[in-house]
T-cell receptor, first 111, second 114 residues
């Protein structure tokens, strides 16, 4: 079946550094979503992408919908301690909105 | 606050028992999803409903079942519980349909089977 490959699995960075993560697939998707999950909490939607090539920002977060529609990228600039958490990419492949989650990227920010 | 309400927040029960988890979607959302997240694991898709009908099924055990009611709230039933069923169970909702697939998650129900 379809699978999303999200990398890296984890990142340990210093405060102020930029973070980049990505998701790739062998299949084409119509929508890419990026979520952040804090421990014990539900995932929170960060950015939604609906067009190939689309670049969207939300504060220090920037995400792109790959031109081939098979990948997406998330960048966090000038990381701060509250950026700690697990970031999930989600791909949507049909009109009913079936969500496919990546395995997640755990981000740890040290002062 | 995502607008998705899950109850209860915590549940402790014994092996072999049956429990029901409840989810109220955001107002206007027709799609409801259920996910299971075990300790330090990713989100495992269980099942999706759209306007009362099952739309997609993931790795949902036969001991588990779900339904979406006419008022669009959903229930996930877990029976013959095993220790390994201990996990966080999340519900999410979206409007559904093309271009309306942004899903919003509830706070989850933490199930502990002892």
């Amino acid at each position: 079946g379809q699978q999303l490959n999200q990398s890296p699995q984890s990142m340990f960075i210093q405060e102020g550094e930029d973070v980049s993560m990505n998701c790739t697939s062998s299949s084409i998707f119509n929508t890419w979503l990026w979520y952040k999950q804090d421990p014990g909490e539900g995932p929170v939607l960060l950015i939604a992408l609906y067009k190939a090539g689309e670049l969207t920002s939300n504060g220090r977060l920037t995400a792109q919908f790959g031109i081939t529609r098979k990948d997406s990228f998330l960048n966090i600039s000038a990381s701060i301690p509250s950026d700690v958490g697990i970031y999930f990419c989600v791909a949507v492949d049909d009109s009913w909105g079936k969500l496919q989650f990546g395995a997640g990227t755990q981000v740890v920010v040290t002062p | 606050d995502s607008g998705v309400t899950q109850t209860p927040k915590h549940l402790i029960t014994a092996t072999g028992q049956r429990v029901t988890l409840r989810c109220s979607p955001r107002s206007g959302d027709l799609s409801v999803y259920w996910y299971q997240q075990s300790l330090d694991q990713g989100l495992q898709f269980l099942i999706q409903y759209y306007n009362g009908e099952e739309r997609a099924k993931g790795n949902i055990l036969e001991r588990f079942s779900a339904q979406q009611f006419p008022d669009l709230h959903s229930e996930l039933n877990l029976s013959s519980l095993e220790l390994g069923d201990s996990a966080l169970y999340f519900c999410a909702s979206s409007q559904g349909g093309w271009g309306n697939t942004e899903a919003f998650f509830g706070q989850g129900t933490r199930l502990t089977v002892v």
